[in-house]
């Protein structure tokens, strides 16, 4: 379902990005064959950009970061197979929505070409007709439904932030409550997906409500989530006990003891907040069957490790291992799902910086650096994100309001190596330099 939704993104949806500096589309040119029908936009810089299809009406959007338009847009001849006409928009300001009016379903290939021979930057975007109708069956169209946050060639991370309403969590010595720290870092951990290009956040609770963990479970799976990230800071009989932790599902319990407790203790929550665990135990002991033989614990696993590596540069590591325990928020059938300890609330230093916003931040940065860098290597087909790309090639292309130490905290490298690396003599960027990153890690 959440895979065979990919593929069929994959076949409708080439998504291209490119990134590109603040730029002038100038033009767009039309010509169209039996074959096809072709768009070229020219432009004077690399265009960073995003294509996407829409059903009833048959259209294709085509979302340019950072650009605008000079002059008109070409009408296409009444002839046309594909065509109906071009329109286009202003998006927040500074992005360039245009779009393609179709008179059927297409499929859609683009690429960029370089300048040469005297041309600009162009984006091509073909339009192709979709298999014939004699030949194969025609796959449907996904349809974008009010209820669905998905938008078409974006991964969908869901954000749990643990506990809530009714469920206070863990409370730390100075009354710091587990539900208020989870929502603060989940918070924060989606204004930094919904600023990464080809991701989009699903924050399965907003508010101070009790969710339970198998709605936590359904409202993900529901809205299709590519990713699962629960968020948690727990506590521990002992108040030594500090660090981070993130941990995947195990089938055959928990791998330590502090797995275990930590795991009953999460499970308890549905009854705390009062809802009898009635909808869907069947459908979760077959998913538990059918997740012995599938990929979304590796997929899982491999996410954890990433995140995990990441959190060690903000704090203490609890455990240097993805740790397996039976968290029932952890039960999706096909969504990669991790759940962070992100450091225990019962620790006294470690409460304060629980509450401390700049840290909160540094956690959330860290869970997505790990995102990303486990999206770098496990890439949805054809769902290849301009930023992912980037991070695989360890490579910076700058963007208006970059400064240098951001791109050094968002690739955990130190300034002065990001400055060494590049041979930057001074804090002085400039829009669409390439930064090469030192290091992997
Ligand atoms: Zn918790």
């Known amino acids: 379902m959440n895979r065979a939704f990919i593929f069929l993104l994959l076949w409708l949806v080439p998504v291209i990005c490119v990134w590109g500096a603040q730029t002038t589309v100038e033009g767009a040119r039309l010509s169209s064959t039996a074959e096809k029908t072709r768009v070229v936009l020219d432009a004077r810089a690399p265009l960073e950009h995003r294509i996407f299809t829409l059903s009833d009406p048959d259209r294709v959007v085509v979302d340019l970061a950072n650009a605008r338009l000079a002059g008109s847009l070409p009408k296409p001849d009444g002839a046309d197979a594909m065509l109906v006409g071009l329109r286009s928009g202003v998006r927040d300001q500074h992005h360039l929505r245009i779009v393609l009016d179709l008179k059927r379903g297409a499929r859609v290939k ?5 300048p040469e021979a005297g041309r600009s930057h162009r984006l091509v975007i073909d339009l192709l007709p979709n298999a014939d109708a004699k030949g194969r069956i025609q796959a449907p169209v996904p349809r974008l439904t009010a209820a669905s946050v998905r938008r078409a060639g974006e991964l969908l991370i869901a954000i749990d932030a643990g506990h809530g309403g009714a469920d206070p969590g863990a409370i730390g010595r100075r009354g710091t409550r587990e539900k208020d720290v989870t929502l603060a870092i989940a918070r924060k951990l989606a204004a930094l997906v919904e600023r990464e290009p080809g991701m989009r956040p699903l924050m399965i609770r907003d508010g101070d409500d009790y969710v339970g963990l198998r709605q936590r479970v359904e409202k993900a799976r529901k809205h ?6 629960s968020i948690h800071a727990d506590a521990f009989t002992n108040d030594r006990a500090h660090g981070a932790s993130v941990f995947t599902l195990s089938f055959n319990g928990a791998s330590s003891e502090a797995a275990r407790w930590l795991a009953d203790r999460e499970n308890r929550a549905d009854l705390i907040g009062g809802h009898a665990l009635r909808t869907s135990d069947d459908v979760l002991a077959s998913v538990l069957l059918d997740m012995t033989q599938n990929a979304t614990i590796e997929h899982s696993t491999e996410a954890a490790k990433a995140v995990l590596a990441r959190l060690a540069s903000v704090g203490d590591l609890h455990q240097r291992e993805v740790q397996r325990a039976g968290f029932a928020v952890l039960k999706s059938p096909d969504i990669p799902s991790m759940l962070v300890e992100t450091a225990f609330i019962s620790h006294p230093d470690e409460e304060l910086r629980l509450r401390d916003a700049a ?15 486990y999206l770098s290597k ?6 290849l994100t301009a930023s992912v790309r980037e991070a695989a090639a360890r490579r910076h292309v700058i963007h208006p309001g970059d400064t240098l130490s951001e791109i050094a905290a968002r690739y955990h490298v130190s300034l002065s190596s990001l400055r060494s690396h590049n041979g930057l003599t001074t804090d002085t960027i400039r829009v669409g330099q390439v930064l090469a990153i030192p290091g992997d890690s």
């Open 224 to 229: 299709r989530a590519d990713l699962f990230i």
């Open 359 to 373: 840290h909160q931040q540094r956690l959330a940065e860290a869970i997505l650096s790990g995102v990303r860098h």
């Open 378 to 383: 496990y890439p949805p087909p054809g769902l």
């Open 110 to 114: 683009s690429f960029v070409l370089p």
